[in-house]
């Protein structure tokens, strides 16, 4: 079985020990945000969308851990996203998998993770109260600016753009 899988929070989460009622709550939220997406809990591991490969059949699944839950950062759109903002979140990027309208995998993450959050806020704007679409756009404009500090300093190297 071959994996592919990429962090999509970034540092400045939560590390601290989900209870089993937090653990409901984030299950609960996946359920009601969209009961078709594969999760699972991985209480020792990042909160991630990841591809298996197995048997030649792709199998895309969401895992989330600690960092499901926003951390102490408030100046950082990222640190501050809400559970249910979070889970939106990953459940987009299985979507945007699904629907094949990802980027193709380590190609230009900032931009990828951005386009993930606005399609978060586009995709469950009913279901989620404003201030947490607030947080998904707030996240988008971070990941931009930082898929073009990227590109700022792949110019200053002579190098093409990366990811």
């Known amino acids: 079985m071959t994996t592919r899988a990429q962090q999509s929070l970034l540092v400045g ?32 591991g990042h ?14 699944r969401v895992y989330f851990g600690r960092d499901i839950y926003p951390g102490p950062g408030v100046a950082d759109p990222n640190s501050a996203l809400s559970m249910p903002a979070a ?4 459940i987009s990027h299985f979507l945007r998998w699904q629907d094949r309208t ?7 993450r900032h931009l990828d993770e951005a386009l ?9 704007a009913v279901q989620l109260p404003p201030y947490e679409i607030q947080q998904l756009i707030r996240d988008a404009i971070q990941r931009l600016q930082l898929h073009y500090a990227g590109l700022g300093e792949n110019a200053e190297k002579g190098s093409p753009p990366e990811a």
């Open 13 to 44: 989460r939560s590390t601290i020990e989900l209870s089993k009622r937090q653990i409901r709550s984030v299950t609960s939220t996946f359920i009601g945000l969209d009961a078709n997406v594969p999760f699972q809990y991985d209480p020792n």
């Open 47 to 60: 909160t991630r969308f990841v591809v298996e490969t197995d048997e030649d059949e792709d199998i895309g």
């Open 102 to 108: 990802e980027l193709p995998p380590d190609v230009h």
């Open 116 to 124: 993930t959050s606005l399609d978060a806020a586009l995709r469950f």
């Open 87 to 90: 889970v939106a979140h990953e």
